[in-house]
T-cell receptor
Framework: DAGVIQSPRHEVTEMGQEVTLRCKPISGHDYLFWYRQTMMRGLELLIYFNNNVPIDDSGMPEDRFSAKMPNASFSTLKIQPSEPRDSAVYFC????????????FGSGTQLSVL | AQSVTQPDIHITVSEGASLELRCNYS??????LFWYVQSPGQGLQLLLKYFSGDTLVQGIKGFEAEFKRSQSSFNLRKPSVHWSDAAEYFC????????????FGTGTRLTIIP
């Protein structure tokens, strides 16, 4: 398996633009997580899905952020409009219910909002 | 709410020397505890985990960690570090009541010197 695949690896955009981050979890995994990593706040859980259904989105910072999982093999995290303070590395991770404590992380998307 | 504290932001160790990274957690019951490692430009990888039973757990790459309930600690150790161990290390805690939310510490960056 290729692991969790995230795209793009790097995204540079201007303030006010819409940004869409993409994630393909490991095939067969039924949990998907979106994390944000910054120097100031470390790793923060934004939202997670179980069987494509959002379970806990309490970490989503504000209404500018939205996440979807239309099917078991694809998820998006959208920021609209983007702001400089959204600059961070965004990680997607997936896991199996049976071993749901073991998260498999993607390589992340480095987002820079100018 | 569950939380994790990693008091050391940055540690430097000589190659071949022993290592101990500190982690303290806050949680009302016995938590699930984890150590993850992040190499530069990569996502996180699970090193080891503690759920119950033997308080000394072995992980990959020669790492081990000891759960001490009286001290609310879960420190990571390695008897002899290798240059390839240079990375960022994250302690994490999860509720044992079915909530899949994994809360990470702020991380400890490990530098290895020759």
């Amino acid at each position: 398996d290729a692991g969790v695949i995230q795209s793009p690896r790097h995204e540079v955009t201007e303030m006010g633009q819409e940004v869409t981050l993409r994630c393909k979890p490991i095939s067969g995994h039924d949990y998907l997580f979106w994390y944000r990593q910054t120097m100031m706040r470390g790793l923060e859980l934004l939202i997670y899905f179980n069987n494509n259904v959002p379970i806990d989105d309490s970490g989503m910072p504000e209404d500018r952020f939205s996440a979807k999982m239309p099917n078991a093999s694809f998820s998006t995290l959208k920021i609209q409009p983007s702001e400089p303070r959204d600059s961070a590395v965004y990680f997607c991770a997936s896991s199996l219910r049976e071993t749901n404590e073991k998260l498999f992380f993607g390589s992340g998307t480095q987002l820079s909002v100018l | 709410a569950q939380s994790v504290t990693q008091p050391d932001i940055h540690i430097t160790v000589s190659e071949g020397a022993s290592l101990e990274l500190r982690c303290n957690y806050s949680y009302g019951a016995t938590p699930y505890l984890f150590w993850y490692v992040q190499s530069p430009g990569q996502g996180l990888q699970l090193l080891l985990k503690y759920f119950s039973g033997d308080t000394l757990v072995q992980g990959i790459k020669g790492f081990e960690a000891e759960f001490k309930r009286s001290q609310s600690s879960f420190n990571l150790r390695k008897p002899s570090v290798h240059w390839s161990d240079a990375a960022e290390y994250f302690c994490a805690v999860k509720s044992n009541f079915g909530n899949e939310k994994l809360t990470f510490g702020t991380g400890t960056r490990l530098t290895i010197i020759p």
